[in-house]
């Protein structure tokens, strides 16, 4: 029975990254379209300089799926955690999905241009997703090439800690291999089991395709990062969203980055505050 994945990500200036993102993709068909799969893509781009919208739309020639081009002159935040940025993203996001209603699909996978993942992510994301119809929304551990300091180990530390809230509503730690405060999460997160969030993406995510298809969902950025509102659209009509340890995906920044010892120490006190009030419960 063929399964269609509708593939939506948002460009922007990437000609330095173009050939290994879209050599990922060509990878993932070659393994999965064998396998039954079809892939529809939904690409937005804005405001390049460079060749990134020329060379999307030759790529896509002979694929099923569209390009939005806009030149809006919006402004180029980088990775920085503002309202204003998340307002934009939210904006680019749902015009895809908008565009997407013309296409019918399985599941959607939402990815930003420069994760890394390996085809079979993919197909342990469909099958935890058929195999439990409550799950809406499924994120990996995606880890980043700068160590657990939190920690204090060599383990890579988990990326998205911005949008990684817990039922309990305490956002994830930044900079540390197991990101969750709750003991009770923190163990799921060591023995591997997955863990129902609040709120989570890690760069790549997987949707049940009838949740945008059949009901009212959309990024905002009301409630900060934009996928945040997307994921408490999702539960409020009784789906959960899911983060597996035992998924991965990576981001590799190309520059070294240097934790703010302040920042890690924050993060350090707040998990000796949640170890505390776990023992006087």
């Known amino acids: 029975m063929t399964k269609t994945i509708a593939f939506l990500t948002l460009w922007r200036d990437n000609e330095k990254i173009l050939d290994r993102s879209l050599s990922q993709l060509e990878t993932m068909e070659d393994e999965l379209i ?3 799969y079809r892939f529809t893509y939904a690409f937005l781009e804005n405001d390049s300089k460079d060749e990134t919208a020329m060379r999307l739309y030759k790529w896509l020639r002979e694929r099923r799926g569209f390009l939005i081009s806009e030149q809006i002159d919006a402004p180029k935040w980088g990775s920085v955690a503002l309202t204003e940025r998340t307002r934009w993203l939210a904006r680019y996001r749902n015009v895809c999905l908008a565009a997407l209603d013309f296409w019918k699909y399985d599941y959607l996978v939402v990815a930003d241009s420069d994760v890394h993942f390996k085809p079979d ?11 439990n119809p409550d799950w809406g929304m499924i994120t990996p551990n995606t880890v980043q090439n700068v160590a657990d300091h939190v920690g204090e180990t060599d383990l890579p530390s988990y990326f998205d800690s911005w949008t990684l809230i817990d039922k309990q509503q305490m956002q994830g730690m930044t900079f540390a291999a197991n990101p969750f405060l709750s003991s009770h999460d923190r163990e799921d997160w060591e023995k591997g089991h997955p863990i129902s969030v609040y709120s989570a993406f890690g760069s790549i995510a997987m949707i049940r395709g009838e949740i945008p298809q059949e009901y009212e969902v959309h990024w905002n950025a009301e409630v900060g990062c934009e996928h945040t509102g ?9 789906f959960e969203i899911i983060v597996d340890p035992k998924l991965h995906a990576e981001i590799i920044h190309e520059e070294p980055v240097i934790p703010d010892p302040a920042v890690v120490k924050m993060h350090q006190d707040r998990l ?5 009030s776990t023992l006087l419960e």
């Not at 992510?121 to 195999?131: E, G, K, Y």
């Not at 000796?272 to 505390?276: G, N, V, Y």
């Open 272 to 276: 000796k505050l949640a170890e505390a």
């Open 121 to 131: 992510l993919l197909t342990q994301m469909v099958n935890h997703l058929d195999q």
């Open 230 to 238: 997307l994921c408490e659209d999702i539960t409020k009509i009784g």
């Open 34 to 36: 064998p396998k039954g």
